[in-house]
């Protein structure tokens, strides 16, 4: 068996964090070209839901906020805690909807909830108390209420209610990554003829909307904090070029050459006999494969680098391997790096590129690579 080159275990995410200060960064600058002589610039909370969209929440979180981020978001209790629990102090807000036992996991946890009816800020009080957004549902039509007058109502409640602290106001846009579509100004106009008059009344709340592309699109949307994930992880949230709007992708999926062997006409590789060779080449067999979150629906359909150079995977994606023509003589050795996601040479697959051969979006490439691959973090290369 020849000695791995490049990587330590078959396959392996590596996270740069100096990438997600860097994206942090680049995201403050945003906001402070969005200030104006009356509205200082709107602060930065990160998201690191769903375990920081697959590239690992506590390393992230920590990221983010050496990067300038001043408060957390999360979807679920449970990652709030985990948080907490890893010794991070930041402000966090847990966004999502949340079973009683859950309420307590994120109460407990010190962690800021999102109301949207009184029953909910009465829950709240009952246990002690804690710090609640109260959300109006502007047109996503998921979580929040859509009446502007029951959420001022919800609001008033929690102001009113001991124990409980009316830290917020929120909303969540539809439509931010489709630029041109008028449903984001329709939404805005929506939050803002709210959201204004009740900070008015209650002037330390923290009015929040925008996403990452609703921080980049619109600098209107910035009010005083944004939630941003995706632009964080340097992934595009318009799905274009990350480059080009000066972010930084930070993480890069690697395997390797596991095997090297000649493959004549007729001959295959991989189940159900999806690639049978036509001329006399070579299939390299990397080990990485569906039970890591390479999505079997890229059989056939998808580039692999290996000594800089793109090489087709051909035949099926299976649990644990995939098979790449290399070419005769082979253009990959045994033992050499296998780049899936990432540069290699002058060469790059993005996670956009991914995405769009699965007809998905790039949130769903990272948060889809599993367990089994673990997450090497690093700072430019030196061990984090
Ligand atoms: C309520 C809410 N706010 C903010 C975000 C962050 O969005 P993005 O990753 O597009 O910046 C999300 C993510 O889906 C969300 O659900």
Redesign the pocket.
Known sequence: MAVQQDVAVRAVARVNLAAIERNAARMRRELAAGATASAPPAALCA?V?ADG?GHGALACARAALAGGATSL?V?AAGEAAELRDAGIRAPILV?GALSPVELDVALRADAAVVAWDEAFVAAVAARGGGAVHVKLDTGMGRLGTRDPVAATRVADAAAATGGVVLAGA?T?FAT??ERGDPFFARQLERFAAWALPLKAAHPAIVLHAA???G?LRDRAAHFDMV??????YGLD?FGEDAGARELEPALELRSWVAAVKPIAPGESAGYGRRFVATTPTHTATVPIGYGDGVRRALTNNLDVLVRGVRHPLVGTVSMDNVTLDVGSPPAAAVGEPAVLIGAQGDERIAAEEIARRLETIN?EVTCGLLARVPRVHHHDGEPA
């Open positions: 998201v839901k969209y978001a979807a966004m929120m969540h931010a990554d996403n990452s592309a921080t939630r941003a994930g995706v632009a964080l949230p949130y």
